[in-house]
């Protein structure tokens, strides 16, 4: 089976840096996704990370440890139009996406 | 704009009554999904398709079927439905099921509340 954590919530203030970590247990790794998920929206694309280090993509970066099945998200400048829930998630053996419960972030004036 | 359609975007449905949410994308991407979300959660996996005429069990396929007759298409239907179905479901699709990258686009969500 999969097991994958993420915080439930966290609170930040705009313009500030988030972390949010996830760690992993999974049957086989084939590569791991963040998406962002508005209230009562879709989930979205953020980030893909297969190989160790960081990726970079604007305000947004991912990184993953395999070894530690390890993984962030760190989000800078943040801005009010990032309050939204983040969503890990691992491509195991299978070829499939699981998922975690997902990180509400709530970012303050 | 291309993307996934799913219907009905909301639905209320007696116990016991049978329910096909539609979904339907124009990337023509190979394989699609079925997903539900519940609080706390997160989204799982109720059945796949990775092309065409082919179809396999996800993490809670128990209650669900799915069909496959074309590239487009991919509909989840519920029997018999049971208040425990009770939840937001995503359509979603992929190029492909395999290795890579294979980002999943998703559907708007169809919020079913069974009674």
């Known amino acids: 089976g999969q097991n994958i954590d993420q915080p439930t919530e966290m609170t930040a203030t705009e313009g500030a840096i988030v972390q949010i970590n996830c760690t992993y247990q999974t049957s086989g790794f084939n590569g791991l996704f963040w998406y962002q998920q508005h209230a009562g929206e879709a989930p979205t694309f953020l980030s893909y990370n297969v190989l160790d280090g960081l990726e970079e993509k604007g305000r947004f970066s991912s990184f993953l440890s395999r070894s530690k099945g390890y993984s962030y998200l760190l989000l800078k400048e943040l801005q009010m139009k990032d309050s939204a829930s983040y969503l890990c998630a691992v491509k195991g053996g299978d070829y499939k996406l699981s998922f975690g419960a997902g990180t509400t972030v709530t970012v303050r004036a | 704009t291309a993307g996934i359609t799913q219907a009905p975007t909301s639905q209320i449905l007696a116990a016991g009554r049978s329910m096909t949410l539609r979904c339907t994308q124009d990337?023509?991407?190979?394989?699609m999904y079925w997903y539900r979300q519940d609080l706390g959660l997160g989204l799982r996996l109720i059945h796949y398709?990775?092309?065409?005429?082919?179809?396999g069990k996800g993490e809670v396929p128990d209650g669900y079927s799915v069909s496959r007759a074309n590239t487009d298409d991919f509909p989840l239907t519920l029997a018999s439905a049971v208040p425990s179905q009770t939840s937001v479901y995503f359509c979603?699709?992929?190029?492909?099921?395999?290795?890579?990258?294979?980002?999943?686009?998703f559907g708007a969500g169809s919020r079913l509340t069974v009674l």
């Open positions: 979603a699709s992929s190029r492909d099921g395999g290795e890579g990258a294979n980002v999943l686009t």
């Open positions: 398709s990775n092309t065409a005429g082919t179809t």
């Open positions: 990337m023509r991407h190979n394989a």
